[in-house]
């Protein structure tokens, strides 16, 4: 499985979006290190979402360590490969909806949300592995059961909205994104969702 340039450029631009543009253009060691998993056929979405827990671990430290390399998220990508393995194994039915006992209100309430939540669950427990021919299908079901349980929760947030949006946008704008072009598009939409239900509390990550 070959990266396509979209997918290459998306990976650096959530690497500087990440550490606030200071690594935009990765080193020939960072390109090494994504090249051994392409050729692993581990699909960008993991590896972004690897990269992001990476991310969220350091930005809770006191004194993170000023260097970053893409090899630091090896640990992730290999924890998000098993997970999905697990989970393809395990079959949805198997698979508990947890999660939702942490969200806060008034969105808590919310039955159209908490079904929403449920079936973004199940969609993610249902992803088979990459190497699977009917991967592509079964991620843009998960994709699209997150798009809806994320529409959900912009409707709720009212007014609270504006400061989220303006937050992101600084982000990207420091990201040296080109604001309204492809990819700044792709980044608003993954960050954005992100955004959305980190305010309600509901889990992002696996």
Do not use: C
């Amino acid at each position: 499985m070959a990266y396509s340039p979209e997918e290459i450029e998306w990976l650096e631009r959530e690497w500087a979006y990440r550490a606030y543009g200071r690594a935009g253009f990765m080193s020939p060691e960072d390109y090494r290190a994504w090249k051994v998993w392409e050729a692993e056929g581990v699909p960008m979405d993991a590896l972004v979402a690897s990269l992001n827990a990476f991310f969220d671990r350091r930005d809770k430290r006191s004194k993170p360590r000023s260097f970053v390399a893409l090899k630091q998220i090896e640990k992730d990508v290999q924890k998000a490969m098993k997970l999905r393995e697990a989970l393809r194994r395990a079959g949805p039915e198997l698979v508990p909806v947890k999660g939702w006992e942490g969200v806060r209100e008034p969105f808590a309430s919310d039955p159209t949300g908490r079904l929403a939540f449920e079936a973004w669950m199940r969609a993610r427990a249902a992803l088979p592995s990459p190497e699977d021919p009917g991967y592509l299908a079964r991620f843009d079901e998960e994709r699209q059961a997150f798009a809806k349980l994320a529409e959900g929760a912009e409707v709720a947030l009212g007014a609270a909205g504006e400061p989220l949006k303006e937050a992101l946008r600084t982000r990207l704008l420091e990201a040296q994104l080109k604001e309204g072009g492809a990819v700044w598009n792709r980044a608003w939409r993954h960050h954005w969702g992100r955004a959305v239900l980190e305010y309600w509390n509901i889990p992002v990550e696996a």
